[in-house]
């Protein structure tokens, strides 16, 4: 049974307008997000009515931050310790595309154990294509030398199989393995890819069982995403 009482659709819809437009405060803010942690049908309203205000910025020229910019505004807001990676997916979903709303709410199996402290380097992606079902959020940790990665939506076409892929400028997609079965799972980083971190973008191919012959994409892409820093 859920924790929250019941809300005629067309107030829940206004709700989630204003939460994707940040006109909410105090403890209805509060509120809110802890219910987008835990009903992924209001996160997903959230999500697409951020989708829709998107448009509304396309005028507005962009404007690149200054280098370190990121890592001094989290400087700012939690001085004198290290934030937790939670506290760091609210605020990179905040500065950067609007298609993550619901980050935290579905990194949360991904996270570590309780009290554990995020490390200095974490990098994540949404994982998405146009013609395909599959939807992945991919969380890279530099200290662990892992990805994982949670399966929103989607599976791998009949006969087929998942594999990982690591995308560079000017080189050849890197194979990171065929995903196992399950939602949520980590694939080793290859130490070489480290210092090029930044510049990753993952993306899912469907492959025959056993994955893609010689370590070369034969299949289509079935979901891709630029990493960003958090």
Known sequence: MSDHPTIPPEDDDMLAAEVALGLTEGDERAAARTRMLQDRSFARRVADWQERFAP???DIAPVSPPK???KALMSRLFPARR????QRLWVWQGISFAALATVAFLALPLLQDPGEQAPDDVYAARMVAEDSALELLAVMDMARGDIALRRVSGTAPE???LELWAILPDRAPISLGVLPEGDVN???LPADLA???AQITLAITDEPPGGAPG???TGAVMAAGAVAEL
Do not use: K, N
């Open 186 to 188: 980590r694939v080793a």
């Open 83 to 86: 934030v937790p990676l939670m």
């Open 195 to 197: 210092p090029e971190a």
């Open 159 to 161: 006969g087929r199989v």
């Open 68 to 70: 370190g910019a990121r």
């Open 215 to 217: 370590g070369v994409p």
């Open 56 to 58: 509304m910025a396309e």
